[in-house]
Nanobody, 122 residues
Framework: QVRLVESGGGSVQAGGSLKLSCVVSEYAYATYCLGWFRQVPGKEREGIAVIVSDGSTGYATAVKGRFTISKDNANNTLYLQMNSLKPDDTAMYYC????????????????WGQGTQVTVSS
């Protein structure tokens, strides 16, 4: 069982920044695809950023150019740096892990963090 523990959510005004962290089980960190998803009530959980084991990254159109996904190999930690935040970014944010290739579908990820709330006010 892959364990993921998130932190870093909070409230910020539009235009501000937040950085989310997710500590990942050591055995999964090196070889798994890791991703960030978000969900608002009544909507599907959507993938917004993924990072492959070799460090390659991918972003959803809605966050590209504003959010950056990265890994700290020394601490088995996944990050999501969020800049130029908008009220539409308000959601519960989750980190997730899956074996092998990356996917944008939540159904392909078996392991999830507990979620952290991000609220952006106008």
């Amino acid at each position: 069982q892959v364990r993921l523990v998130e932190s870093g959510g909070g409230s910020v005004q539009a235009g501000g920044s937040l950085k989310l962290s997710c500590v990942v089980s050591e055995y999964a960190y090196a070889t798994y695809c890791l991703g960030w998803f978000r969900q608002v009530p009544g909507k599907e959980r959507e993938g917004i950023a993924v990072i492959v084991s070799d460090g390659s990254t991918g972003y959803a159109t809605a966050v590209k150019g504003r959010f950056t996904i990265s890994k700290d190999n020394a601490n088995n930690t996944l990050y999501l740096q969020m800049n130029s935040l908008k009220p539409d970014d308000t959601a519960m944010y989750y980190c997730a892990a899956k074996q092998s290739y990356c996917s944008w579908s939540r159904n392909d990820y078996a392991s999830w963090g507990q979620g952290t709330q991000v609220t952006v006010s106008s």
